[in-house]
């Protein structure tokens, strides 16, 4: 099996096989009477990993390669490699491969060169579901109104007060009269006491309550923001 690494060198050799209309081989630099270009796996390099709600996203990192060219009769295909990534826009090409250091690591003289970074993954194994150890129970949720009045601790009606369900998108806004209604609002039969919470903002005030929604004359009293 074909590893990450192994399949990002493998692309890009033929790449640049194509674009420096001749065949470039993996290995390192070398000094070799004929001269040509190779390109070399130099090292790996961490990518910006991506979280989702799903299945794990898989591993992310970048495969660096050293690109180099051995003798004159070689310059020619660099610039062919060049204009290439250039015109498609890739693969992402770095002029910064003139370390000293680095040719000499490889014991030969600096030459000219380039580092392409080639994306990569390892996608992570997806857990087996659990087993279904019973029969499927499937609940109908029933969907019920809120019909409520806001008001101020003098009984005074708040007006474009917005009314949200905490925790879902269900929102409205009073009206002159504080009152507000919820339409829609899923209803488990078998919790019919569950209170619903809900959270008002405007007027400077965030106030949160909790309603029964069996009450037939929801008030909430909310008190005025603090000096």
Known sequence: MTGPIETAVADLAAWLTGAAGDAVPVGPPRDDA??????????LRPARQTRGSGA?????FVVRLLV?????????RLDRVLAAAAAAGEPEVTLTAGDPALWRAFGVAPRPALLVDVPAQIARPVPPAPP???PLRLRQLEMRTLDGRVVGPEQQPLAAMRVEV???PYTTHTDTAGRFRLAGLPHDPDEPDRPVRVRLVGRGRTHTAELDPADPDLVIVCAPPAD
């Open 166 to 168: 905490v925790g879902t």
């Open 68 to 76: 180099c060219a051995t003798g004159p009769a070689a310059l020619p």
């Open 56 to 60: 794990r996203e898989p591993y992310r």
């Open 132 to 134: 279904v150890l019973r």
């Open 34 to 43: 004929d001269g040509g270009l190779t390109v070399w796996p130099l090292e």
